[in-house]
C-alpha cells in the first residue's frame, strides 16, 4: 500500500482528517516535488500531440508516483467521456431542455462511471456559463440562458459525477463568446456580476464541486487565472469554496507567479509557465503549500468518499447508458408547433403513413460540434435511420435538389424535413489566431514567419473543425429554401431543427404544420426523434432559452471584440424589458396532451393534465414586481410533472429567490429587492399575469 493509499484508508476510517492527510503527505515532499504538484505532466512538445493524447486516455497533473500520489485524471464533456468510444449523450443545452435535475444527475453518475472506468478521476463535464447571446459558438455546451435553471441543472450533474470523479465547473467566469475568447476583455458592474452571471457557478459550488476552472477571457481588466477578486475574494472569500482552481487549457495561464498567487492551484494540462520560473523562492513556499494542500486536499477527500469497487470497461457505452442517452434525447426535444392540416394535428403521425425525409443532416450523427467537448460513440442512430426502423419504405432525397425534394414530398401523405447547424456553423474555436501564442513551443516557434506558417496550416489541419462563433442567427438560405420547396409540394411537413442554440423562424415557421427542435440529439437521436413524431414517446423538452423574432432584440454581439460590456439585460428578460415578444417564450414546449396549472399557494402548483392521453408537463413559478411599469418576470423554480389523462395533483416547487435579491457590495450583503414581489404559475413564461399572488417569503 502507497503512502497515498494509506492517507486515503485512514481518512476513510475516520482516523484522521484529510486536512492532517494532506499535510503529512506535504511533509513528505521536496521542493522540486511541491512545485510539480501545479502544472500539467505532460512536457510542452507534447501539445502537438494533445488531440490524440485526450481520446487515448486521462490528462495527468501532479502524479507523485514515489508517494502513490495519482494526479488529477483529467477527461473532458460534457457530452460524455471523450475518451475512447463512450456514450454520447445529447448536448447539454438540450439536456437543459428537459428541466429534470434528476435526469441530469443520472446522467452525470453514467459520465462519472465511464470516465473512471477509462482510468479518470476527474471531469470538466459541468458547463455552467449563461448564454447571453445565440450566436456563441460554444452554445451547445451551456443549459440555456437562465440562472436558476442552469444552477440546477450544473447541481444535478454535479452530484451523478462525484459518486466516482472529481467535478470541475468551468469556465470561471463571463465565457460566453468564442472567436475572441483568449483576449477580450468583459466589463461587468458589481449588479450584474454577482446577480445575474455567478449565482450559477455558486449553486454548483455548494452542490459539491471539487474544482473550478478559470475562463480564457479578463474580466474587468484582469485576465481570469490572475483575478483575485473572482478566485479569491468571490470565490473562495464569499463562497466559502475549498476546492481547488485549474486553469483553461495551454492558453489559460498568462503567469506562473501572478496566478497561483490570485488563486489559481494547476496550470493545465502542459509543464509550461510554471515550469519554466516558479520556483520555491519566487514564490514564498507558503503560497506554494497552500495551492499544494488544497489539491492533495480534495483528491484524499474524493477517494476516501467514493466506493472502492471499481466499474467494470463494460459499464462504457453499455445498454443502460444507450438507453439513458435515448430518454433524454426524448425528453429534451422541444416540439415547438403541431398545427392542424385538414382539422387534425400531423403529429403523431399515423404507422401507415407514407413518408418523405428531406435534408441532408437526416443522414447525419447530429452528435454536435468537434472541439474539446467530441464524444465517439460505437454506433449512431441518425434521424433518417431511425425514422426507417418504423417506416421501412420511407424515401429520401439529400434537399440539394430543391425540384427532387419537392417532387418526393408530394408523392408522401408527409414531409419531414431535417434542416440546422453543425460543426462547420457553430463550435469550441481550438486555434488561437495570435501566431505569437504558439511562442510556448519554443524554437522556431519563436519566430514570426514560422508562428504565421503554423498558424495557418493549424487552423486547416485541426480534426477540431474550424468552429467559432455562428455567423448568422437564421437557418441557411438553402434551407429555408428548401422547406419552402417541401411545404408547397405538401402541406403536411414536419420540420426537425438540428442546432445547439436558438434560431430565428420568421421566414418559415407560421408556413410548415411542425417544428420539432430537436438539438444536437446524441447517439441515439434518430431513434428518439422517430419515437417523437410516431407517438410512441411525448416530446418532453421545454425551451431553455427565448426564440426571438428578431436578431435587432438581442444584446449587442462583436465576434471579434477586444472589450465588451455586459449588463444585466438580456434573452427573455431584455425582450420583457423592450417589449417584444418572443417567437417562443423561455420555458415554452408543446406535447401531446394540455395541461393547466394555478398557483393555490406560495410555492404549491395545482396541474391537471386536460387532454385524453398520459403526459408531462414543467410547473414553472415566475416571480415579479407588480408596481414596475412593465413587469420582468423572472424564474424562481420548477418542477416536471407527469399526469394520466385527466388526473390533478399538487406539487411544492422549491423555489430560488436570487432573482428578486440585491447585494450589497460594500457589505456584501443580499436582501430583497425593492418592489410588490408577487409570484404566479405558468407553463412557460408569462405574458399574462393573472392568479399571482404575493411573495410572502423574501429569503429562500
Known amino acids: 500500500m502507497t503512502t497515498f493509499d494509506e492517507a486515503v484508508r485512514l481518512v476513510r476510517a475516520g482516523s484522521v482528517t484529510a486536512d492532517s492527510a494532506a499535510d503529512g503527505l506535504l511533509a513528505r515532499m521536496n521542493d522540486r516535488e511541491l512545485c510539480w504538484l501545479l502544472d500539467g505532466d505532460l512536457p510542452v512538445r507534447a501539445a502537438v500531440r494533445l488531440p490524440a493524447r485526450i481520446k487515448a486516455g486521462p490528462v495527468t497533473a501532479g502524479a507523485v508516483p514515489r508517494l502513490g500520489i495519482p494526479g488529477i485524471r483529467f477527461s473532458d464533456g460534457p457530452r460524455g467521456v471523450v475518451m475512447g468510444r463512450s456514450t454520447a449523450f445529447p448536448v447539454t443545452m438540450a439536456r437543459a431542455a428537459t428541466w429534470d435535475p434528476a435526469l441530469e444527475e443520472r446522467v452525470g453518475l453514467a459520465m462519472g462511471l465511464e470516465a473512471r472506468a477509462r482510468g479518470a478521476n476527474y471531469s470538466g463535464a459541468v458547463c ?16 440555456g440562458e437562465d440562472p436558476v435553471l442552469t444552477g440546477r441543472m450544473g447541481a444535478g450533474l454535479t452530484r451523478g459525477l462525484r459518486r466516482n470523479v472529481m467535478a470541475c465547473v468551468k469556465h470561471f467566469a463571463l465565457n460566453s463568446m468564442e472567436n475572441a475568447r483568449f483576449t477580450v476583455d468583459v466589463e461587468v458592474d458589481e449588479h ?17 464541486a471539487e474544482s473550478v476552472m478559470s475562463a480564457y477571457n479578463s474580466v474587468n481588466g484582469a485576465f ?14 464569499e463562497w466559502g469554496f475549498t476546492g481547488f482552481v485549474t486553469s483553461d487549457w495551454v492558453w489559460g495561464t498568462h503567469d506562473a507567479v501572478d496566478s497561483l498567487t490570485a488563486g489559481l492551484d494547476i496550470e493545465m494540462p502542459l509543464r509550461m509557465h510554471r515550469a519554466r520560473s516558479l520556483r520555491i523562492g519566487s514564490v514564498p513556499r507558503s503560497v506554494v503549500v497552500r495551492s499544494a494542500h488544497r489539491i492533495l486536499r480534495t483528491t484524499l477527500l474524493h477517494y476516501a468518499g467514493r466506493t472502492v469497487d471499481e466499474p467494470s470497461p463494460d459499464v462504457v457505452a453499455s445498454p443502460a447508458h444507450r438507453s439513458l442517452a435515448h430518454e433524454v434525447a426524448v425528453r429534451g426535444a422541444v416540439l415547438l408547433r403541431n398545427a392542424p392540416v385538414s382539422g387534425a394535428a400531423v403529429l403523431p403521425l399515423p404507422s401507415s403513413s407514407r413518408v418523405a425525409v428531406v435534408g441532408r443532416l437526416a443522414a447525419a450523427p447530429n452528435l454536435g460540434d468537434r472541439g474539446s467537448s467530441m464524444v465517439d460513440p460505437p454506433s449512431t442512430s441518425s434521424p433518417l435511420s431511425g425514422l426507417r426502423t418504423v417506416f421501412p419504405d420511407a424515401s429520401y432525397v439529400d434537399g440539394l435538389d430543391l425540384a427532387a425534394a419537392a417532387r418526393a414530398a408530394g408523392a408522401a401523405d408527409v414531409a419531414v424535413v431535417v434542416v440546422g447547424m453543425g460543426p462547420t456553423d457553430e463550435g469550441e474555436r481550438i486555434t488561437n489566431d495570435d501566431p505569437a501564442s504558439l511562442a510556448f513551443l519554443g524554437f522556431p516557434f519563436t519566430l514570426r514567419p514560422v508562428q504565421r506558417l503554423a498558424s495557418w496550416l493549424a487552423r486547416r489541419v485541426t480534426r477540431f473543425g474550424p468552429g467559432g462563433d455562428r455567423t448568422r442567427l437564421t437557418l441557411h438560405p438553402h434551407d429555408e429554401g428548401l422547406i419552402a420547396a417541401v411545404t408547397d409540394a405538401n402541406p403536411r411537413t414536419v420540420v426537425v431543427v438540428i442546432g445547439g442554440s436558438a434560431i430565428i423562424m420568421e421566414a418559415w415557421r407560421s408556413r410548415v404544420a411542425a417544428i420539432l427542435l430537436a438539438w444536437y440529439p446524441g447517439m441515439e437521436g434518430g431513434r428518439a426523434i422517430a419515437d417523437i413524431l410516431t407517438g410512441a414517446a411525448e416530446p418532453g423538452g421545454r425551451l431553455p432559452v427565448a426564440i426571438p423574432r428578431d436578431a435587432a432584440h438581442l444584446p449587442f454581439f462583436d465576434a ?3 472589450r465588451i460590456r455586459y449588463d444585466a439585460w438580456w434573452g ?4 420583457d424589458r423592450d417589449g417584444h415578444r418572443a417567437a417562443y417564450p423561455f420555458g415554452f414546449g408543446l406535447g401531446y396532451s394540455t395541461f393547466t396549472m394555478t398557483l393555490v399557494g406560495g410555492r404549491r402548483v395545482r396541474v391537471t393534465n386536460t ?30 410533472v407527469a ?17 428578486t435579491r440585491q447585494r450589497d457590495p460594500a457589505t456584501r450583503t443580499w436582501s430583497q429587492r425593492p418592489g410588490r414581489w408577487q409570484v404566479v404559475a405558468a ?13 410572502v417569503s423574501p429569503t429562500s
Do not use: M
Request: net charge negative; with cysteine.
Open 128 to 143: 455552467v456559463n449563461l448564454l447571453r447571446h445565440p450566436a456563441w459558438g460554444r452554445a451547445q455546451e451551456c443549459y
Open 611 to 640: 387532454g385524453d392521453r398520459a403526459g408531462s408537463t414543467v410547473a414553472q413559478v415566475y416571480a415579479f414586481d407588480a408596481d414596475a411599469d412593465r413587469p420582468v418576470p423572472v424564474l424562481v423554480g420548477f418542477a416536471r
Open 683 to 695: 407553463a412557460h413564461h408569462p405574458d399574462v399575469l393573472d392568479g399571482a399572488l404575493d411573495l
Open 572 to 575: 427573455q428578460r431584455k425582450l
Open 560 to 562: 471579434s471584440a477586444r
Open 192 to 208: 450584474a456580476l454577482h446577480e445575474v452571471y455567478l449565482p450559477h457557478f455558486k449553486a454548483v459550488v455548494d452542490a459539491g
Open 224 to 237: 481570469a487565472d490572475q483575478n483575485a477578486v473572482l478566485l479569491t475574494d468571490i470565490l473562495r472569500g
Open 643 to 659: 399526469l394520466d389523462a385527466g388526473a390533478t395533483a399538487e406539487v411544492d416547487v422549491d423555489l430560488d429567490l436570487t432573482p
